[in-house]
Nanobody, 119 residues
Framework: QVQLVESGGGLVQAGGSLRLSCAAS????????VGWFRQAPGEEREFVAA????????YDADSVKGRFTISRDNAKNTVYLQMNSLKPEDTAVYYC????????????WGQGTQVTVSS
């Protein structure tokens, strides 16, 4: 099981930007697909974006398309989520998760980082 640690969250005004990082342990992280998820208080966790192990394929939720960009640097064992044009509805705890390419589930999760967007 890979260990994941998120960072980069904080308080930002609407229209601002944040860059989240997901740092992973182990050299085999390059063969994991990684996703970003978020959860607001009282709401279910929702998918935000995902990236393949090669970085060649990405997928974004409709709610963040055109605003968020997921990327990875396998040499640094790190996945990023660049968040631009932030809206108050983006306020949530953001989690990164990893899975093997052959696994249907994300089974390694970080502890989350809080993102708060003020009006």
């Amino acid at each position: 099981q890979v260990q994941l640690v998120e960072s980069g969250g904080g308080l930002v005004q609407a229209g601002g930007s944040l860059r989240l990082s997901c740092a992973a342990s182990g050299p085999t992280f390059s063969r994991y697909n990684v996703g970003w998820f978020r959860q607001a208080p009282g709401e279910e966790r929702e998918f935000v974006a995902a990236i393949s192990w090669s970085g060649g394929s990405t997928y974004d939720a409709d709610s963040v398309k055109g605003r968020f960009t997921i990327s990875r640097d396998n040499a640094k064992n790190t996945v990023y989520l660049q968040m631009n044009s932030l809206k108050p509805e983006d306020t949530a705890v953001y989690y990164c998760a990893a899975r093997r390419a052959a696994s249907p589930k994300y089974d390694s999760w970080g502890q989350g980082t809080q993102v708060t967007v003020s009006s």
